[in-house]
T-cell receptor, first 111, second 115 residues
Framework: QKEVEQNSGPLSVPEGAIASLNCTYS??????FFWYRQYSGKSPELIMF????GDKEDGRFTAQLNKASQYVSLLIRDSQPSDSATYLC???????????FGGGTRLMVKP | NAGVTQTPKFQVLKTGQSMTLQCAQD?????MYWYRQDPGMGLRLIYY???????DKGEVPNGYNVSRLNKREFSLRLESAAPSQTSVYFC??????????????FGAGSRLTVL
């Protein structure tokens, strides 16, 4: 069973709307959580990370973590066509440096 | 500042051939990683090197070998390529400890096709 689960999508939202991307993980001992964005044919790039329960905001992006329910989400406010990409959730599920990635959610923002 | 550089960008192999993917980083990072990415599977860790002189298996190490040549370079070798190794390979690096430990900087990727 894959340890980090994401809906593959595509998730389609109109320009200006809020896009909500969700991720669940199986290891309750997971410590840190990351969101990477990957444009088609390109390499992943970090958007933000979160360690503590609650919300963390960075510009138009908000990461939400709920360790009791074992989910982490990414909200994108005022979505733009340039946000169209695959969003990868990653979890550090042990004490080392290893990240486990979810399969990614493809987001499409329509003008 | 080049970041993480991978070569080659594209490669076509026949079953049974061998090849080495090269990776170099210029950010003075201690940790380096090799991932493969297949459609719908996300990124899966093949091998990683937490520091110069050490290497460890990741989630899918079978059929691969790695060498941490020095702090900058981490190569991935396929000794006898199989069609199941057709994939996009990403090298990445990060700081060894602290908040930056899992902030990965990725190379541009190497697309490998095994016929």
């Amino acid at each position: 069973q894959k340890e980090v689960e994401q809906n593959s999508g595509p998730l389609s939202v109109p320009e200006g709307a809020i896009a909500s991307l969700n991720c669940t993980y199986s290891d309750r001992g997971s410590q840190s959580f990351f969101w990477y964005r990957q444009y088609s044919g390109k390499s992943p790039e970090l958007i933000m990370f979160i360690y503590s329960n609650g919300d963390k905001e960075d510009g138009r992006f908000t990461a939400q973590l709920n360790k009791a329910s074992q989910y982490v989400s990414l909200l994108i406010r005022d979505s733009q066509p340039s946000d169209s990409a695959t969003y990868l959730c990653a979890v550090n599920h042990n004490a080392g440096n290893m990240l486990t990635f979810g399969g990614g959610t493809r987001l499409m923002v329509k003008p | 500042n080049a970041g993480v550089t991978q070569t080659p960008k594209f490669q076509v192999l026949k079953t049974g051939q061998s090849m080495t993917l090269q990776c170099a980083q210029d950010m003075n990072h201690n940790s380096m990683y090799w991932y493969r990415q297949d459609p719908g599977m996300g990124l899966r860790l093949i091998y990683y090197s937490a520091s110069e002189g050490t290497t460890d298996k990741g989630e899918v190490p079978n059929g691969y070998n790695v060498s941490r040549l020095n702090k900058r370079e981490f190569s991935l070798r396929l000794e006898s390529a199989a069609p199941s190794q057709t994939s996009v390979y990403f090298c990445a690096s990060s700081e060894a400890q602290g908040p930056g430990a899992n902030v990965l900087t990725f190379g541009a990727g190497s697309r490998l096709t095994v016929l």
